[in-house]
Structure formats: structure tokens, C-alpha cells
């Protein structure tokens, strides 16, 4: 695919209206800075302290700061130009810091991939996007991530580089990249800084523009809520090319702050809490069923975690229950989350009651944060009644990239987003998720698209029909079923069997089938949509 080259990377780019943006930049929230500048600030601020701890010796801001100037200038002289998309696809490692800023530094556009994405994600990421660039780990959880790269960049012949962290095979190792710096180029912070990935609330993901002065101030205000310092250690638990651990605050806000960053792999209490002893964490983000795991791993589990101030949970609703358990059992205050990658982020404060923290997820970030809850004809109802969360804000998209159709549908004619989240908003601000209007299953803060998966199980040969449902879970809060009508001409497949053709189509692990339920008919509505509430109804009974 050639047709998105670097001077078009702003083609099918939604950005913020000119007196809006001018209003953001009165009220101080964008300042002009990029992302690249949050590291650059800190490293002369605080040049000897650890940016980075890792399992050898720590990186301190200058180091850092250099090795992501290194890396953009061999990045620039493989001929990777400003507006050049990159997929950046890296565990949480080290290098994933150093890859990020030098990216952002060369100019190029991060499009940042989570390590459980395979060929259908990445091929239609990279696709989408036109990236021209690759960057992998050799290999992670048992993985080869090269010969992922070999089916990718047989689908997409504008990706010219696959830069390797470890073993490149036929590839070129990131090590080798580094030259020594040179003049950058001057960077817009009006421009797309990176592209998140969504969670592919309807068919394939979609790709989050987000620029440099709405990111940066994302960060910021989210430390300053968080009342992050110098002296913090950020644990990024979860995958850190999420916007959670990436941004909210974060390694960027964490960074801004002078404070130190560390990034694991394995998010399992033995590991998790090893590493809160060994670097005295102080900060770190999980979804609800890690959690839980957490609270419960205090019986077994004998590190001491006592540094940890402050739980962030976030990515699907954490039940009240489970909620009251985190203070008593972890000694850390909570922290409930619910935000979108496309933007608005609510918090509870650090200052809240028992009761809001426990029953509430939070308040938007920023007083600058337009809310509206609205009914299914639009109008908005008063507190305390649920419907549908509309927002628009300093961080929020105008706009997914390259998605005009679907734009038509998801961002109202002034400029609302519309998140397809149930609500519920309190006299005070605080938002309670009461469930959702996008057909989607949230498993474990994984947002698994009914349509995509329905369209790969339809191109099973012995499947006519399909749909997939979320069934309740205690500990996922959803797992996926698979319903399905089978072809009576052909063998039934088995659950292993569905879920090893989805795999071969390169679908994500996390959006596998957890159960499959074989019926000789879907319900339908009055419409003749497949009914999927009645279904769910079938399958529980």
C-alpha cells in the first residue's frame, strides 16, 4: 500500500477547531510542548536522577535523553521522515522508553501496537496507518515476532524497515540503529504525535490521532491529580502501549515529574510484588480481575509492598465489593478509573470519600471536560437517570483517522464523542458505568469487537450462523461466548478447534472464545437482528 506517504500523513486527520484550540491555550492547558520536550525538560532538571529502573543499572534522564536523540538520528538516516508511520509492537521492557522517545524525537508517528496483536491487527494497523516502519521484540511469552513480521510486510509493501530488539534474524537489530545526533527536526505540537489503537468497539480497531498538545497535557494534569513527584516510582504493569499505563499518568506523566519508571512483563502477584519491593513502587495501574488476584495474593505472598501509596484500577468496572477489599488488604489508597483512549478520563479523587471511591468511577480529569449524558433521541436527562456519556474536551479526538464513515456516526455535528457507555453522573460530577449501548465484550479491560469475531467464525467452513455474547465472570468480568449454528453437512467442530482456526487467521489470544454454545437457531428482534440479550438468556439457562 503507497498511497499514505509521509506529506499526507495529516490526510483524514480531525483536528481541533482553531478558536477551540486558541481556548485551550488561553487557559494554559496546551503549552506548545511535545512529547519529545517531556523528556528533554526533565533530563535538565534532573539529569542525574534514574528516569528508568531495570534489572541492571538504572538509566538516568541524560542517558535516556541521549539514546533517544542517538536513535532518532539513525532512524532518520534509514531515510524515516517526519509524518513517517511507524507500528511500534514492544513488551514492557526498557527499550520500549528509549524506542518511543526516539520516535517521537526523528518526527515519525508511533503506532502503538499491544504485543498480544497478530497478523489481523497488525496487517490492517500497519495498512491503515501506511506505515513504513516496524518495531518488534525478537521474541516474548514464546513468540517469534519475526516471522510475524514476514507475514505483515508481504501485506504491506510501504513497510521498508523491521527494526529487531534482540536477535534480528533477517532483520536489522535496534541496537545498530543508534548514530551519533544530529540536528531534529523541528516538531508541530499540533500535529499527530501517536496513534493508539482502539479497542474495536465495532469491527476491525480503529486508529486514535492524538497530538502532541493534547497528550502532553493528558499526562500532566493526570499526574498533578495524582499528586505525582520526584520521588515516585511508576510500575507499568499493564501492556504500556495502552493509553492506561502509557499516559494516565503514566510513563509520561511519571517522567514530567522527575519520578523513576520501571516496566515488567509478567503482571502476576509474584512477580508484581517482587519488583514493588526491589524498586519501592509507589504508583501503579491494573484492571479489576488483577486486582482481585493482588487481594487476594497478600495470604500467599511475602514481599514486602509497603511503598505502594496508590492503585489505579481501570478498564472495566470494578464491582463495590471488590473495591472495599483494596485498602485493607494492599495498605495503598484506591484510585477508580474509567477513561477512553480517545480521551476523556475520570478519576476519584485522592481526597474522596470511602463511598465515592468504592461506588463511583471517578470525575472527568479536567474542569475544561464537557459532559453530556443523553437518552437514545439525544437529549440530555437529569442527573442521577442513566444514558448514553457524549463528551468533548482538551484531550478528547475530533475524530478517528482515516475514518470518515465511520466519524459520520461516532462524533456528533458540534464535536461530541459519542462512547457508547451507560452512565449514571451524581450531583457532584462522579460518573457510576452502568453498562454500554456498543456491542463489545470487556474481558479483563480487553475490548473484544462482536462484529470482528463474528466475521472470522463465519469463515469456518461448518459455520452458518454466529454471534458472540459476553457472559458474566467474577473474576473477568466478562468471558466470550461463541454461539453458533453448525452446517449438519459437515464435522462439528470443537471449541480447541475454532479457536485454533481463529488463531491461524491471526486473531488475538485475548479475543478467543472462552465457550462456544451450539444452537439450531439464533433468536432474532422484530427487525431480524440476532437478539443478543435474549441469546445471553438462553445460553445462562
Known sequence: MTSHTAASHREGFVPFRDDIAASYRAADLWRGTTLGAILSDAATRWPTRTAVLTDGDPISYADLDVAADRLAAGLIALGIEPGDRVVMQLPNRPEFVTTLFGLLRAGAIPVMCLPAHRSAEIGHLAELSGAVGYVIADTAAGFDY?????????????????????????????????????????????????????????????????????????????????????????????????????ACPGIL?????????????????????????????????????????????????????????????????????????????????????????EGLLNYTRLNDSDELICTTQGRPLSDADEVRVVDGEGNDVPDGVEGELLTRGPYTIRGYYRAEEHNARAITADGFYRSGDLVRRLASGHLMVTGRIKDVINRGGENVSCDELEEHLLAHPAIRHAAAVGLPDDSLGEKVCAAVVLDALVDSPTLAEIKAFLTDRGLAAFKLPDSLHRATQLPVTAVGKIDKRALAEQIAH
Open 146 to 246: 519475526r516471522e510475524l513480521a514476514r507475514t505483515v510486510q508481504h501485506r504491506v509493501p510501504s513497510m521498508r524497515h523491521v527494526l529487531v530488539a534482540g536477535d534480528p534474524g533477517p532483520y536489522l537489530s535496534l541496537s545498530d540503529v543508534a548514530r551519533d545526533r544530529v540536528a531534529l527536526p523541528d516538531i508541530d505540537p499540533t500535529d499527530i504525535a501517536l496513534l493508539l489503537v482502539s479497542g474495536g468497539t465495532t469491527g476491525v480497531p480503529k486508529l486514535i490521532p492524538r497530538t502532541h498538545d493534547d497528550y502532553a497535557y493528558n499526562a500532566r494534569a493526570s499526574a498533578e491529580l495524582c499528586r505525582l513527584d520526584s520521588a515516585d516510582v511508576y510500575l507499568a504493569t499493564l501492556p504500556a502501549a495502552h493509553n492506561f499505563p502509557l
Open 253 to 341: 506523566g511519571t517522567l514530567g515529574m522527575g519520578g523513576a519508571v520501571c516496566l515488567i512483563e509478567d503482571p502476576s502477584p509474584e512477580s508484581s510484588f517482587a519488583t514493588i519491593e526491589r524498586n519501592k513502587v509507589t504508583i501503579t495501574a491494573v484492571v479489576p480481575p488483577l486486582a482481585q488476584l493482588w487481594c487476594a495474593a497478600v495470604e500467599w505472598e511475602d514481599a514486602n509492598i509497603e511503598s505502594l501509596r496508590l492503585l489505579q484500577v481501570g478498564g472495566a468496572k470494578l464491582a463495590e465489593s471488590n473495591a472495599r477489599a483494596v485498602t485493607p488488604a494492599l495498605n495503598a489508597q484506591l484510585q477508580q478509573v474509567f477513561g477512553m483512549a
